[in-house]
T-cell receptor, first 114, second 111 residues
């Protein structure tokens, strides 16, 4: 049981490049989330999904897109990366019927945009 | 005013001491109050949560919520070097998917 995994672990992008971050969970969780963590800012919600085929905006959605084509996967896309998107990105998931607090986090993806 | 305020520290204590962490918040609609622990270069993990007011104890950890003062606390008794981590408070309204996080408080327990 791997829990929540994230790919890649590290990435360096040039301004204007695009990339996709992959989150996978093997716990059959309905809810999945993408956060970014910046020094002095705490964790902020980018987008989330309440089930396969659904997505919703979080606190800081601009510049990101997401897709949830399969229940176990949640993809975060950056179409045209900017230096302001340099951050550590965390994915999380939780089961339906659980409380919002019980989120399981992945190990993170460290992204640098130059 | 930010929804959740948490002094980022860092906080250094000798092994065996009591660690006291706290957060204040402005949104009176918050009903769930959580503490996450995050080791360096790892994802956060849920330590404990409480619903509404009151205290909750789990081993060496005690969480307190004072809704009248909009203030939550986490106490770690008999602190160990393995407790060295960043502790994040988070809050949520009932039925809401969004967690509002504090900035995190770095704790170092010195052997």
């Amino acid at each position: 049981n791997a829990g929540v995994t994230q790919t890649p672990k590290f990435r360096v992008l040039k301004t204007g490049q695009s990339m996709t971050l992959l989150c996978a969970q093997d716990m059959n969780h309905e809810y999945m989330y993408w956060y970014r963590q910046d020094p002095g800012m705490g964790l902020r919600l980018i987008h989330y999904s309440v089930g396969e085929g659904t997505t919703a905006k979080g606190e800081v959605p601009d510049g990101y897109n997401v897709s949830r084509l399969k229940k176990q996967n949640f993809l975060l896309g950056l179409e045209s990366a900017a230096p302001s998107q340099t951050s550590v990105y965390f994915c999380a998931s939780r089961r339906d019927g659980g409380v919002v607090a019980e989120q399981y986090f992945g190990p993170g993806t460290r992204l640098t945009v130059t | 005013q930010k929804e959740v305020e948490q002094d980022p520290g860092p906080l250094s204590v000798p092994e065996g001491a009591i660690v006291s962490l706290n957060c204040t918040y402005s949104n009176s609609a918050f009903q769930y109050f959580m503490w996450y622990r995050q080791y360096s270069r790892k994802g956060p993990e849920l330590l404990m949560y409480t619903y509404s007011s009151g205290n909750k104890e789990d081993g060496r950890f005690t969480a307190q919520v004072d809704k009248s003062s909009k203030y939550i606390s986490l106490f770690i008794r008999d602190s160990q070097p393995s407790d060295s981590a960043t502790y994040l408070c988070a809050m949520s309204r009932y039925g809401n998917n969004r967690l509002a996080f504090g900035k995190g408080n770095q704790v170092v327990v010195i052997p």
